[in-house]
Nanobody
Framework: QVQFVESGGGLVQPGGSLRLSCAASRSIFSINTMDWYRQAPGKQRELVAA???????NYADSVKGRFTISRDNANNMVYLQMNSLKFEDTAVYYCNSRNLVGRVWGQGTLVTVSS
């Protein structure tokens, strides 16, 4: 089963930027859709962004125009560029794929937006 290790989170001021990285334990070439999720304190995990092998992307309305998802199949990596960060973007961010059966979640990476 493929495992994911997320990194790149941290403390950032409102309006700032962060780039999250996700390293997969094996090739993601055969995985059609890679997703980024987040879970804010006291809330359910939600889908933030998705990217297919063809390069099609989809975003939650709350991040549209501010976040950009990308993937590098050659290096088994998925990225999330986050700009114009807001207080409400504070959460633990995870990458995974809706295409995986019995998927395993990583530890995630914490993003804290605070002044």
């Amino acid at each position: 089963q493929v495992q994911f290790v997320e990194s790149g989170g941290g403390l950032v001021q409102p309006g700032g930027s962060l780039r999250l990285s996700c390293a997969a334990s094996r090739s993601i070439f055969s995985i059609n859709t890679m997703d980024w999720y987040r879970q804010a304190p006291g809330k359910q995990r939600e889908l933030v962004a998705a990217v297919t092998n063809r390069g099609d992307t989809n975003y939650a309305d709350s991040v549209k125009g501010r976040f950009t998802i990308s993937r590098d199949n050659a290096n088994n990596m998925v990225y999330l560029q986050m700009n114009s960060l807001k207080f409400e973007d504070t959460a633990v961010y995870y990458c995974n794929s809706r295409n995986l059966v019995g998927r395993v979640w990583g530890q995630g990476t914490l993003v804290t937006v605070s002044s």
